[in-house]
């Protein structure tokens, strides 16, 4: 019971409380040229998509560290969605930067990646682990995508995706060292379908 209350204590957080960030804020000192309309409104749905891809990684790590068994494991999943709290804080706040809000479906995504990390828990740890990498992979490589898509002129942008992307292949790393098991390819497949359509979706909406 107590583990349930504390999932859904960070639910609300996550959904509806301010965040703050430990580390500096990667384009605090970033200066650049003024963006037109059209890159502005580019670059804030690029920072939508990552903010939900944040809002994701919240609910993978609640779930999967209520579903995991080993006292230590927990931890390692309890650390990891502190710091996956930093690019929460860092994406929101370029997105106000930029003049747009994150996506209305934010509370959907959260369940959805929530229940996500809760099969994947029934697993096993291993497996869950694997999950894992496979998700910080995938990150990493949407994460290096959107380097190609942001306005040349959007320093501050790049800056955090940069920082972010870094962070996620050292996720990934530390998940695949602790034990996680390759998953199976028709599972990364789904995992990339699932992946499509968020993104896409969220953003415009």
Not at 53 to 66: K, M, P, T, V
């Amino acid at each position: 019971m107590e583990s349930i209350i504390l999932a859904v204590d960070s639910a609300l957080r996550t959904l509806f409380a301010p965040h703050r960030s430990a580390r500096p804020y990667p384009a605090a000192d970033v200066q650049g040229p003024a963006l037109t309309e059209q890159e502005r409104k580019h670059a804030a749905a690029l920072m939508r998509v990552n903010h939900v891809g944040e809002i994701c990684a919240q609910a993978l790590y609640a779930s999967q560290a209520l579903m995991s068994r080993d006292p230590q494991l927990r931890r390692h999943f309890e650390k990891a969605s502190q710091e996956e709290t930093d690019h929460l804080a860092w994406t929101r706040q370029r997105l106000a930067e930029l003049q747009d809000r994150p996506s209305v479906l934010n509370p959907l995504w959260y369940a959805g990646a929530f229940a996500m990390g809760a099969i994947a828990g029934r697993f096993g740890d291993a497996v869950s682990l694997g999950f894992v990498v496979e998700t910080e992979r995938q990150v990493e490589s949407h994460l290096d995508s959107h380097l190609g898509k942001l306005p040349a002129d959007d320093h501050a942008s790049r800056a955090i995706v940069t920082q972010m992307k870094a962070d996620e292949r050292h996720h990934a790393e530390e998940a695949l060292a602790a034990g996680g098991l390759p998953l199976p390819q028709a599972v990364q497949v789904g995992m990339r379908v699932v992946a499509k359509v968020m993104t896409t979706t969220a953003h415009h909406i």
